[in-house]
């Protein structure tokens, strides 16, 4: 509709020229800072705190893991040290940092842990409580153990009479000779006279049908026992150290909530956990949603299928009494306007799901439509509009989007939503191409070798892609433009400012490509943007 598209022009210089200079546009981290900065002390918080920044909030989680582990060597908690060594046997370093760091943004679920995290964990996982090698050599004693199953198989395959059917024989009498403790710990080479390393069973010879009918039978339950039982240790070993990390995770939790304490320093979750904490409280956060609700009209969400479930306890406070019918704002409209796509849904490392933004739509179409019920209300229509045209990706894009995005399976997002086809307003062709992933392999020591091989493969393929692609000689094509492939024109995007970022633009100078450096654009081709 042109008219309407007219229209739709003419509202950003409107909403400039509307009273008091517009509206008020915020991210919700910004939101909850000025909110906690009018009630601090309702709050919990010291008047004057701050939100600390990326780079102070990277130092102060090391300061802390430093502070803890001299403190607990001070003090004789070596299961503490050990615990976070352990950590980094199975994590490695930097995945063992990555725990903890996500335990101190959890205080709340480490609060929450039971004084007893390793019987917790354990009943979790279906495993009983004692030693889990006691346990083991208990279920290997012959009371508790098919021996005799063990030792038609180990008569059958000496009867196979040759060099594996030897070994086999070996390995099962061996076991047989063996006390219970000693034989839990042969339970993997056991399993391994009939099952192959896959965990499947082996091809039966001939000789061994012929030495035992049963073969198979006895094969296959000797097999599944030592699988149950392996089984039961792995998981108890994974369980215990589950508890020891969160052990160590509630201790850091801690430690860092009194660093953050001693500099008043909250950071990003902080900000939206005290909000919401703020709001729930008796009284107080009736009056806090008071306040609010008189300066309030219009809430903005954007990027929607990113919000969390805090995040969304913060917009229904603000958005409740929108649905309680004319009140004190008389007759003036107050609306509540979400933009979200489910299909874009990326932050679930932060604890986002598209089902959160899918539960939000329901719970809010339920109020309006229970208020437009209400004709004394005088409510607005609840609408579900769906923007399917793109101004900004030409078709072939669009539909390698849409294929894609048809191909995912349940329970991926086709569960959420109805899955439309885009339309381009943008002329011209487009073209998708996808890398295989780079896996990480070994490499020769350097001067970068604190990043993996993985993220330095892929800078230096990225790099070298983009010095053929502007190969004078013969250079990549733009059919949209009618000309070569400028480095201007090139734009990388990453998940993160990170390694990877940096690490590109360091491989695009030593091809030397112009780049302008992370996240820097400018027109000059000679210093193009790598972003």
Request: glycine share 10%; with cysteine.
């Amino acid at each position: 509709d042109p008219a309407m598209i007219a229209r739709a022009r003419t509202l950003f210089a409107k909403l400039l020229d509307s009273p008091g200079g517009g509206i008020r546009i915020q991210t919700i981290h910004g939101f909850s800072q000025g909110l906690l900065a009018s009630f601090p002390a309702e709050a919990g918080l010291a008047p004057g705190f701050r939100p600390i920044e990326a780079r102070e909030e990277a130092v102060l989680l090391r300061e802390t893991l430093a502070e803890l582990l001299v403190d607990a060597e001070r003090d004789g908690l070596n299961g503490l040290v050990e615990a976070i060594g352990a950590l980094s046997l199975r994590l490695g370093e930097g995945g063992a940092t990555d725990f903890l760091h996500a335990c101190a943004r959890a205080p709340a679920a480490m609060a929450t842990l039971p004084s007893g995290i390793a019987p917790y964990i354990r009943r979790a996982l279906g495993l009983p409580a004692g030693d889990i090698a006691d346990i083991l050599a208990d279920s290997c004693d012959d009371a508790e153990f098919d021996t005799d199953a063990v030792r038609r198989i180990a008569a059958a395959n000496r009867a196979w009479d040759t060099k594996t059917g030897g070994n086999q024989a070996d390995i099962a009498e061996c076991w047989l000779e063996a006390n219970p403790a000693d034989r839990a710990a042969m339970l993997d080479d056991l399993r391994g006279v009939v099952f192959t390393k896959e965990g499947e069973p082996r091809k039966y010879q001939k000789k061994l049908l012929d030495a035992d009918f049963d073969y198979p039978e006895l094969a296959m339950a000797i097999g599944s026992r030592c699988t149950e039982l392996l089984g039961i240790a792995t998981r108890a070993a994974y369980g215990d150290l589950l508890a020891k990390g969160l052990g160590v995770g509630r201790a850091y939790a801690n430690a860092y909530a009194r660093a953050k304490s001693r500099i008043g320093a909250v950071d990003f979750d902080d900000l939206i956990n005290h909000v919401v904490a703020l709001l729930e409280q008796p009284g107080m956060g009736e009056w806090v949603r008071y306040k609010l609700d008189q300066t309030t009209e219009h809430i903005l969400v954007d990027e929607a299928q990113d919000t969390n479930p805090r995040q969304w306890k913060i917009i229904r406070a603000l958005a409740d009494e929108f649905f309680t019918g004319i009140g004190a704002h008389g007759e003036r409209t107050r609306t509540l306007f979400v933009v979200g796509d489910y299909k874009q849904a990326i932050f679930g490392f932060q604890g986002t799901d598209p089902l959160y933004f899918a539960a939000a739509e329901q719970l809010f179409l339920g109020k309006a439509e229970a208020l437009f019920e209400d004709r004394s209300a005088e409510a607005t229509a609840f609408n579900q509009l769906s923007l399917t045209h793109s101004f900004r990706s030409t078709k072939p894009i669009l539909e390698f989007v849409d294929a894609a995005i048809s191909a995912v399976d349940a329970p991926g997002l086709g569960l959420v939503g109805t899955l439309e086809p885009h339309a381009s307003e943008v002329a011209g062709p487009g073209l998708v191409s996808l890398w295989s992933p780079t896996i990480a392999g070994g490499s020769e020591a350097d001067e970068e070798e604190w990043i993996d091989d993985a993220t330095r493969a892929l800078a230096k393929q990225i790099a070298r892609q983009l010095k053929a692609w502007l190969d004078p000689a013969n250079p990549l094509m733009l059919e949209s433009k009618g000309r070569a492939l400028r480095p201007e024109d090139v734009m990388i995007l990453v998940k993160r400012r990170g390694e990877l970022a940096s690490l590109i633009v360091a491989r695009l100078y030593a091809e030397g490509v112009p780049v302008g450096g992370a996240g820097y654009a400018c027109r000059d081709p000679f210093r193009a943007s790598a972003r």
